[in-house]
């Protein structure tokens, strides 16, 4: 196997003790999840040390444009890309020649890598496009499994199940053997940042749920987060809920350092919970493998319990237009406490048949929330009543005694025979008084509690 050089004269000296023993921790019970960014990645050029592989390619596709080159910063893939594909008017030929970079490297590995692969990452989340970790682990005589993002949503439902045996290297940015998936323009990052948060490409529901779960902290190895689109990814996955802090490497540089404490001002103040290190990324990998082994010993993957992927209860919330604004906030309540709300506006895209897709997804959903208020008896017959009726065609085949209608109030003034105009069998139901201090809580556990007993019922 090939092996690209590194050098490195620098000292990892301010992290702190007690951060390491959090990060070896989480790592040793399977609850770190790595994200490796494009500055992982590098190769030593003749003449201008090492680069960034992303970088190196950005060259070479700007000695392609012919144009001025002070228009762009050439060292930036994104920006060498598109000001490529605008000259040249050619996606296939700039894909084709990303896919080439890349094959010639493809037998790749680093001793960054080969460090990172000896620890029992279960999960880890990748924005290049290079085999270097898949290569590591191999020769870690692991299992990996490698699957991908589509950022036009071409890709859907769960990934392969992982563990620090048979761990996921997941392509955030797509893969080489679906060129039209990569993003590597800016138009491209900008449709991937859209279809995410609308969900027109929302990621795989077990992807999705490991990276909000409370109890993981995230690596963050060769980001940028001085770049906005990374911090639009941090608000995506929520990452200011975490019960533990993550980490990232910035390394500081004398010239950047004004910008470097903006950035890190700017995480700390957006409660983002991220600690940052300034280090070489090599030093600090090599003294984190090092730390985790003389705390946790060699021992090999096969040895670890599998990491047990917990699975989001899913949730459809019913409502009418009226209460759209204590709707959003329920949403929000559920996916900080890991529960996956759905509402229409979610999974609803232009051309769509409005009921065929909405039953459709009641179809699949574990739970289904009836937001109760006068408003819904004032509209009289709306769409949102035949919800409800199909919901409770869904009911009544289920398992007796089971949950699935769970009736949400959120106003005062709903009498039996109100309810009785939604469905004839909605009075049957207890519902939750949202507008309580403790509804939410309430809520949350009646349906994990549900939950927990279906899979064990079902087990």
């Excluded at 893939?77 to 010639?104: P, T």
Aim: net charge negative; hydrophobic share 35%; aromatic share 10%.
């Amino acid at each position: 196997m090939e092996t690209s050089s590194y050098h490195s004269d620098s000292l990892c000296t301010d992290f702190p003790d007690r951060s390491w023993d959090t990060l070896t921790y989480a790592i040793h019970y399977g609850n770190c999840i790595l994200l490796l960014g494009p500055d992982a990645v590098t190769e030593e050029i003749e003449g201008s040390g090492i680069k960034p592989c992303t970088n190196i390619l950005a060259n070479e596709l700007a000695k392609d444009i012919g144009d001025d080159l002070t228009k762009i910063d050439t060292d930036d893939l994104l920006q060498s890309s598109q000001y490529h594909q605008w000259i040249n008017k050619d996606r296939f030929g700039l894909e084709r020649q990303v896919v080439s970079f890349y094959e010639k490297r493809k037998n790749l590995t680093s001793p960054l890598h080969q460090n990172l692969a000896q620890l029992p990452f279960s999960l880890i989340i990748t924005s290049t496009f290079d085999n270097m970790m898949l290569n590591a682990m191999k020769e870690e005589k692991k299992q990996p499994n490698v699957d991908y993002h589509h950022f036009r949503g071409r890709r859907t439902g769960i990934v392969p199940s992982f563990s620090a045996k048979n761990p996921l290297i997941y392509q955030f940015f797509g893969s080489l053997a679906d060129p039209n998936s990569l993003v590597i323009t800016e138009n491209d990052l900008l449709e991937f940042l859209v279809n995410v948060a609308s969900k027109a490409a929302k990621l795989p529901d077990n992807i999705e749920s490991e990276l909000r779960r409370r109890n993981k902290i995230l690596l963050f190895l060769g980001f940028g987060f001085r770049y906005w689109h990374l911090r639009v990814l941090l608000y995506l996955i929520n990452i200011g809920a975490k019960d533990s802090c993550s980490f990232a490497l910035e390394k500081i540089v004398p010239e950047s350092r004004e910008e470097i404490n903006r950035t890190t001002m700017f995480i700390e103040n957006k409660n983002y919970n991220i600690k940052i290190c300034n280090a070489e990324l090599i030093d600090f990998v090599e003294k984190l493998t090092t730390k985790y082994k003389n705390q946790y010993g060699t021992t090999k993957p096969d040895l670890i319990a599998p990491h047990e992927v917990i699975e989001m209860p899913k949730v459809f919330i019913s409502y009418v237009r009226e209460n759209e604004k204590t709707v959003m906030e329920l949403r929000n309540n559920l996916r900080n406490k890991q529960i996956e709300p759905l509402i229409d506006q979610d999974f609803m895209e232009v051309g769509d048949d409005w009921e065929q897709k909405i039953l459709e997804t009641i179809s699949t959903v574990n739970y289904f929330i009836i937001m109760l208020s006068q408003d819904w008896i004032r509209k009289g017959e709306t769409f949102a009543i035949t919800e409800v009726r199909n919901a409770f065609k869904r009911k009544d085949k289920k398992l007796e005694g089971s949950k699935f209608i769970l009736p949400v109030k959120i106003d005062d003034k709903l009498k039996i025979e109100d309810l009785n105009k939604i469905h004839n069998k909605l009075s049957d139901i207890q519902a939750i008084d949202l507008r309580e201090s403790t509804g939410v809580d309430e809520l949350v556990q009646v349906i994990r509690r549900d939950f927990q007993l279906r899979k064990r019922d079902y087990a």
